[in-house]
């Protein structure tokens, strides 16, 4: 595409500025945790987000209704603490669901970005639905703990758990696969709280047993406070990076220094500033003004600058970049 044509796209923007700028056509790119790259068409990205989506909303119903039926029959605290993470983890999938739809729409006239920022937003209100249901788990269990109350048919919880177990365990690998390949926060996020839920059934199933075998019905609302310790603190990280996505943080000073060790390759480069970052969602942002010598043509420039967005691409694919030149004296 011609500077004149690519200027004519994006009329809000100057055309110097438009020199190296290329639009991704994927809603989605490197994350701030190093993932592996991928050559997945981003047709095929987004059937993979799609499926892993309805995947977990799927295995969120099927565990709700479970374990409405085994607490019903025990009465167990960590059963209930344990069916009211899955009410949230329905609501949280359905969320994520109508995110990830959203996330994936391209470009259009007023979202000349793309729609990538719901992911944050669906990331911080994950952090909050897990935050709500943990700490309502611990209320419920040091009121508990001071009220004693033997549990009733423990082995109907202890198969719902095996269940759970296993079938949340199926569903962390799938998300894990998919999360790898797309570099999803939404998928990345959900990941994270299935992974806790597997750990949170997995104390589930011990309390129980301890209750029907050794009669401590103590452990029951001990182990539902264990884990939803164990679940907050692992949730913070999500809350942290969808909110400073949302505040237009820069990149990680890491991540940074690999832009700084890419343009060191460049000798036409004299210099670098106003070198601006930034994530949403998933997506990069790069923009930065580069010191050429003013001697260089104009041709020449613009090879330049298209080497270093393709040598920045490299290492975070799908960014979107703006590379503005600046003549100096040599």
Do not use: C
């Amino acid at each position: 595409m011609s500077l004149g044509s690519l200027a004519a796209t994006r009329p809000n923007i100057p055309p110097i500025i438009l020199l190296a700028q290329r639009n991704s056509a994927s809603a989605y790119g490197a994350m701030h945790v190093h993932l592996q790259p991928t050559s997945h068409t981003p047709q095929e990205r987004t059937s993979l987000m799609h499926y892993a989506t309805y995947a977990a909303v799927a295995v969120a119903l099927v565990l709700l209704s479970a374990k409405i039926a085994a607490w019903w029959s025990t009465e167990s605290l960590s059963m209930l603490s344990s069916l009211t993470d899955s009410l949230f983890d329905a609501v949280t999938s359905i969320v994520n669901l109508i995110a990830v739809r959203y996330a994936l729409k391209p470009a259009d006239d007023d979202h000349r970005f793309g729609h990538t920022s719901i992911e944050d937003i669906a990331g911080l209100a994950q952090f909050a639905f897990i935050s709500a249901s943990m700490l309502l788990v611990i209320l419920q269990s040091v009121e508990r703990l001071f009220n004693p109350h033997p549990l009733q048919q423990e082995m109907i919880g202890i198969w719902v758990s095996l269940g759970a177990i296993a079938l949340t365990s199926v569903l962390v690998v799938y998300q894990g696969f998919v999360a790898r390949r797309t570099r999803s926060l939404i998928i990345a996020a959900d990941r994270l709280h299935y992974a806790g839920d597997v750990l949170f059934n997995t104390g589930v199933l011990l309390a129980l047993y301890v209750s029907m075998t050794y009669g401590i019905v103590w452990a029951d609302p001990a182990m539902a406070i264990a884990i939803a310790l164990v679940i907050l603190w692992s949730a913070r990280s999500i809350g942290v990076r969808s909110f400073n996505n949302l505040m237009n943080r820069e990149m990680p000073d890491t991540e940074k220094e690999k832009i700084t060790a890419v343009l060191k390759d460049f000798p036409e480069i004299i210099g670098v500033h106003q070198l601006k970052t930034r994530y949403s969602g998933a997506k990069p942002f790069i923009q930065m003004h580069v010191d050429m010598p003013d001697s260089l043509a104009f041709v020449g420039a613009h090879e330049i600058t298209d080497r270093l967005e393709e040598a920045l691409l490299a290492i975070f694919p799908d960014a979107e970049i703006i590379i503005h030149p600046d003549p100096v004296p040599a």
